[in-house]
Nanobody, 128 residues
Framework: QVQLVESGGGLVQAGGSLRLSCAFSGRAFNTYAMGWFRQAPGKEREFVAAISRSGDRSHFADSVKGRFTISRDNAKTSVYLQMNSLKPEDTANYYC?????????????????????WGQGTQVTVSS
């Protein structure tokens, strides 16, 4: 049973930074591709960033390109989302997601429907 626990959210002023962490447990972390999504009140959950299980490929939503980075540490079975130059429109609940990717070491999953496992989310609020 895969379990995902996000942390690192909080309140930050516009222009500031936050680093989200997602702790993975229950299966072999290095066989899973990982992703981050977010959901603002009244809006659909949207893709933010994703990384392949090999860690050498990543993809970002246009709205966060150049500001956010994603990384993974297989030894710590964790994935991270570094968020810089935050804007009020980045305010949302951020979710970590995992998808088994044994046969696709470099594949990056960007669609919500592709992920089978989700965390409970961590709130990020950016004040103007």
């Amino acid at each position: 049973q895969v379990q995902l626990v996000e942390s690192g959210g909080g309140l930050v002023q516009a222009g500031g930074s936050l680093r989200l962490s997602c702790a993975f447990s229950g299966r072999a972390f290095n066989t899973y591709a990982m992703g981050w999504f977010r959901q603002a009140p009244g809006k659909e959950r949207e893709f933010v960033a994703a990384i392949s299980r090999s860690g050498d490929r990543s993809h970002f939503a246009d709205s966060v390109k150049g500001r956010f980075t994603i990384s993974r540490d297989n030894a710590k079975t964790s994935v991270y989302l570094q968020m810089n130059s935050l804007k009020p429109e980045d305010t949302a609940n951020y979710y970590c997601a995992a998808e088994s990717s044994i046969l696709r070491s470099t594949y990056v999953y960007t669609r919500r429907i592709e992920y089978d496992h989700w965390g409970q989310g961590t709130q990020v609020t950016v004040s103007s």
